[in-house]
């Protein structure tokens, strides 16, 4: 590196800025990676509690087959920890059912089916949908035009019945969008996924994903508590929060889309909109018995109106997110419900106790995350990717650039760094 040209500055420390550092790397290009917070990750963090539980800022998921994950991580290195493939649904009447495999090997699944989550015609549809979209990469199912996943559901000739207990509660928490108003290219390619990897997470973790990027990184390159205030002529330079101006050879902005409008102030496109999903993850612990009986298995709630969306035990796909002895119970709701988080925890107990049994009422609270920008919202007609090129030295790349996955994080963060050299 020469040091005395000015640096590529990367604006933001979240998978996609640190994809871009990571491939500019690769390719013997430094950066400078300014991260406003105290770690890296953006939305892919976790916390470690004195006690030793490792509470993941919000549920999430690496589903294996993300092409963009692939090319980026060593999985063997992650240690990954794979959730098994299915859900216990709880029905809008009460009752329980468990989905063994419903997306990997549908058939069986659903032959085993006298449950009450959809009618034979509906079970059929899955393995058609799951061949279909086998013949198809990634990039086609994106590159489709899209409707609402509501309406593809229905124009696919699923039930009402199977959309309301299954897809809704298992899609719906995966776009945080219980409506299904997400555009149809993103469920189509969401599906697929499923079909084709295993929802994992690493043994320590989900925010070893990022930790694995900055590793790999030369020491000096991502620098921490570091708030970027303004980007100035073009990409040329970056005022930050301190004070001081970094001239900059490039600027990628990797943050999130109402940081990135308010760093480029007036250069910012007019009347961008920047929706998101809300969500909120409660952790509870117990050293007492929880609810085994679908091991390794999400638990998603089908009844409307419920406030509690999914609950996933951690520690029992890997046992390093709770202190020996313990267990760790996570709990997803999505959606503003305006409660204090006092009324939040009450109300969870209560649904979780008539759903889980009165054990759930002797759970004891860890925490609470309340994300706000959890998701970009992505519907019908918006482009799979925005202009990653803003102007001559001047970038962006996220999930806010293009839909909602960890896999657009990273794979805009690879091409802003392929336009960067030149490729
Ligand atoms: C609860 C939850 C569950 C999710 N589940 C899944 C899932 O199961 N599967 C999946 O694929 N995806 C999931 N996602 C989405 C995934 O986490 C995101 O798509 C991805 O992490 C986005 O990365 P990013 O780098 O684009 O943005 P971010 O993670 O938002 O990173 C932006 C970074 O920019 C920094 N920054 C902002 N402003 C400034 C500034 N002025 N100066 C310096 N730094 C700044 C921020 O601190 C942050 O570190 C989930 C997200 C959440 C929140």
Not at 6 to 11: E, G, Q, R, V
Not at 259 to 279: D, I, N, P, V
Not at 302 to 328: I, M, R, T, W
Request: aromatic share 8%; hydrophobic share 40%.
């Amino acid at each position: 590196m020469n040091n005395s040209l000015p640096p590529i500055i990367i604006i933001g420390a979240g998978m996609a800025g640190l994809a871009c550092a990571n491939w500019l790397h690769r390719a013997g290009q430094a950066s400078l990676v300014l991260e406003a917070s105290d770690g890296v990750g953006g939305r892919v963090r976790t916390d470690v509690t004195p006690e030793g539980f490792r509470l993941d800022r919000g549920f999430q998921i690496l589903l294996t087959d993300y092409p963009e994950a692939r090319r980026m991580f060593d999985y063997g290195a992650l240690d990954l920890k794979t959730y098994r493939s299915g859900a216990l649904i709880r029905l809008a009447d009460g009752r329980e059912t468990k989905l063994e495999n419903p997306l990997k090997a549908p058939s069986r699944a659903f032959t085993t089916l006298t449950s009450p989550i959809g009618t034979l015609a509906d079970k059929l549809l899955i393995p058609k949908l799951a061949l279909q979209l086998q013949r198809q990469t990634p990039e086609q199912l994106l590159a489709q035009p899209a409707v609402t996943t509501l309406e593809f559901l229905r124009q696919y000739g699923w039930s009402e019945q199977i959309i309301d207990s299954f897809f809704r509660p298992f899609f719906g928490g995966v776009y945080l969008d219980r409506e299904l108003s997400t555009a149809s290219n993103f469920f189509e390619f969401v599906f697929q996924q499923f079909v084709k990897g295993d929802a994992a997470v690493p043994a320590l973790g989900i925010q070893q994903l990022p930790e694995q990027l900055a590793t790999r990184l030369p020491a000096g390159t991502v620098r921490l508590n570091t708030p970027a205030a303004a980007v100035l002529d073009g990409g040329r330079a970056v005022r930050l929060a301190s004070g001081e101006t970094l001239a900059a050879a490039a600027v990628v902005l990797a943050t999130d889309g109402p940081a990135a409008s308010q760093l480029l102030g007036s250069q910012a496109t007019a009347g961008e909109a920047h929706a998101a999903r809300h969500t909120t993850c409660t952790y509870f612990a117990t050293a007492g018995r929880a609810p085994s009986h679908g091991r390794r298995l999400l638990h998603l709630n089908a009844a409307p109106g419920a406030l509690v969306h999914n609950v996933a035990f951690p520690a029992e796909v890997s046992a390093d997110y709770a202190p020996p002895g313990q267990k760790l119970i996570s709990v997803s709701t999505h959606g503003e419900h305006g409660l204090s988080p006092e009324d939040l925890t009450t109300q969870l107990r209560t649904e979780l106790a008539a759903w889980l049994g009165p054990v759930a009422e002797t759970w004891r609270h860890l925490r609470t995350y309340n994300l706000t920008q959890a998701l970009p919202v992505y519907a019908p007609g918006q482009p799979v990717q925005q202009p990653l090129r803003l102007a001559d030295s001047l970038f962006r790349c996220g999930d806010w650039a293009a839909y909602p996955s960890l896999n657009a994080a990273l794979g805009t963060g690879r091409q802003v760094a392929e336009m960067l050299l030149g490729k």
